[in-house]
T-cell receptor
Framework: AQSVTQPDIHITVSEGASLELRCNYS??????LFWYVQSPGQGLQLLLK??????LVQGIKGFEAEFKRSQSSFNLRKPSVHWSDAAEYFC???????????FGAGTRLFVKA | DGGITQSPKYLFRKEGQNVTLSCEQN?????MYWYRQDPGQGLRLIYY???????QKGDIAEGYSVSREKKESFPLTVTSAQKNPTAFYLC???????????????FGAGTRLSVL
């Protein structure tokens, strides 16, 4: 069955430090890949997406993600974290020809001063 | 500004009561979705609709019902058959296009439902 795994339930980083959030998926072909961010009590906002082509994609708020087909991964990175980045981050996959999107369980990011 | 409006923000349900969560969008999107969010479980799909007057069950449809009489509106009813309704409910929409663009979802701010 198709699935999305975010191995880290929560991560704490210092402000100004780099960040990497992990995401692995299980699917027979290359899916469409997404990262969303959710602030407390709010809906989700799209950070970035990968459909095809260049495997390193840039998103909003200084985030980037790299698709690695051999590892079935789509990790999210940011070189320098700001306190305002504290939120929950969801990796999501969708499959060609389908409407359904599968979300990971989320990783909550804490930023310490 | 275009977007998705969910109301109310907070809702309380008594035992045996049906409650309806509102979702309205002015993005002119064809597809709309309802998700349930529980801590540590991510988002689970309840129902989705690709077009007016048509909708399909998602992964956890039992105890819920929907209607899609207008393109802009996709209300969700939590029925008394849903024994554990306490959760955060999110409505989303997406544009009907080929390729992955149709899977980009735009979310409302959510409704938090609690049982009295």
């Amino acid at each position: 069955a198709q699935s999305v795994t975010q191995p880290d339930i929560h991560i704490t980083v210092s402000e100004g430090a780099s960040l990497e959030l992990r995401c692995n998926y299980s699917y027979g072909a290359t899916p469409y890949l997404f990262w969303y961010v959710q602030s407390p009590g709010q809906g989700l906002q799209l950070l970035l997406k990968y459909f095809s082509g260049d495997t390193l994609v840039q998103g909003i708020k200084g985030f980037e993600a790299e698709f690695k087909r051999s590892q079935s991964s789509f990790n999210l990175r940011k070189p320098s974290v700001h306190w305002s980045d504290a939120a929950e981050y969801f990796c999501a996959v969708a499959f060609t020809g389908g409407f359904k999107t599968i979300f990971g369980a989320g990783t909550r990011l804490f930023v310490k001063a | 500004d275009g977007g998705i409006t969910q109301s109310p923000k907070y809702l309380f349900r008594k035992e045996g009561q049906n409650v309806t969560l509102s979702c309205e969008q002015n993005l002119n999107h064809d597809a709309m979705y309802w998700y349930r969010q529980d801590p540590g479980q991510g988002l689970r799909l309840i129902y989705y609709s690709q077009i007016v007057n048509d909708f399909q069950k998602g992964d956890i449809a039992e105890g819920y019902s929907v209607s899609r009489e207008k393109k802009e509106s996709f209300p969700l009813t939590v029925t008394s058959a849903q024994k554990n309704p306490t959760a955060f409910y999110l409505c989303a929409s997406s544009i009907e296009e080929t390729g992955g663009t149709k899977n980009i979802q735009y979310f409302g701010a959510g409704t938090r439902l609690s049982v009295l």
